[in-house]
């Protein structure tokens, strides 16, 4: 009988560390597989985040042009109904980009695209991804790096957070986007011929100034690179002087005549015939006898 007894007591014990260890197993594995899932569901969201991100910070760049383009048309309107140059083109399209002011005064064409007008979209945007998002401007940078584009850089602080509390960023990312000047007017024909005659920034299809493309050229009052020429923001302010951005154009005096504006007898390049700058200057053969050149733009264009 305690024979008997001592070897189903043993069965037992066997039987109950047998169930003891599957239950184990049966725990570990649903731990194991509990913090699998929950790191599939973090990596998961962190995916979804990072291309919110990807995506918030082209609509910034998108919302950047397009708040741009809007300050620099709500400037040439001003140079137009002022008549006069600006003191400082870096300063007032910041000025028209952050207050919508021009001078302090409201511009119409910036109601609801200044930057901090971005904060409640973007707010939006993020609510229905279910993330916080907060954003400061730390600095705004106007420049230009090449003859034909305006670049606005906006440098911001950035915190966004999951609002579950699963991942979040927190860092300063800079944004940028350029403004091509093709389509805006040359602020140095607007004031110097007192708004009678907006010329329109284009760039010339010619690349070899052939009698005929000269004349072309200059009957359209296209533009080239020029080293040599002021830049678009330069014009803005008013300034002829050289810059590396710079273009520059050859003025169709029969143009200006039409609309009864005097006419000088100077080299026809943009930014010395509307200075005070008279450089020694002459006929080119095949040209109408009003057009001039100066020694330097000869070797250019002929």
Not at 143 to 152: A, F, G, L
Request: glycine share 4%.
């Amino acid at each position: 009988m305690g024979l008997k007894y001592k070897k189903m007591n043993k069965k037992a014990m066997f039987f109950t560390i047998l169930a003891i260890a599957l239950l184990s197993l049966f725990a570990i594995s649903y731990t194991f597989y509990s913090v699998i899932e929950d790191r599939q569901s973090i990596n998961k969201r962190i995916e979804t985040m990072n291309s919110f991100v990807f995506s918030l910070e082209q609509d910034m760049s998108r919302q950047i042009y397009i708040s741009s383009y809007r300050a620099i048309l709500s400037i040439e309107e001003h140079i137009t109904s002022q008549g006069k140059f600006l003191d400082s083109a870096r300063d007032s399209i910041e000025e028209v980009l952050i207050n919508g002011t021009i001078e302090n005064q409201p511009v119409n064409l910036m109601e609801g695209y200044k930057l901090e007008d971005w904060n409640s979209r973007v707010s939006e945007l993020g609510n229905k991804q279910n993330i916080l998002i907060n954003y400061s401007l730390k600095n705004l940078t106007i420049k230009q790096e090449d003859p034909w584009n305006i670049k606005v850089e906006m440098t911001i602080d950035i915190f966004i957070k999951d609002k579950g509390n699963l991942a979040f960023w927190n860092k300063t990312q800079i944004i940028s986007s350029e403004i091509e000047i093709i389509g805006f007017e040359d602020p140095l024909y607007l004031i110097n011929t007192n708004g009678k005659i907006a010329n329109k920034i284009n760039k010339t299809i010619y690349e070899n100034f052939t009698i005929p493309n000269l004349i072309l050229h200059n009957q359209n009052m296209y533009y080239k690179a020029s080293s040599t020429a002021p830049s678009f923001l330069d014009r803005l302010e008013g300034k002829t002087s050289a810059n590396e951005n710079g273009i520059e154009s050859l003025v169709y005096l029969p143009k200006l005549s039409e609309q009864g504006v005097a006419i000088k007898d100077k080299s026809c390049v943009d930014y010395i015939y509307f200075s005070s700058n008279n450089p020694e200057s002459q006929n080119v053969a095949g040209m109408p006898s009003w057009f001039k050149l100066d020694t330097e733009h000869l070797s250019v264009y002929t």
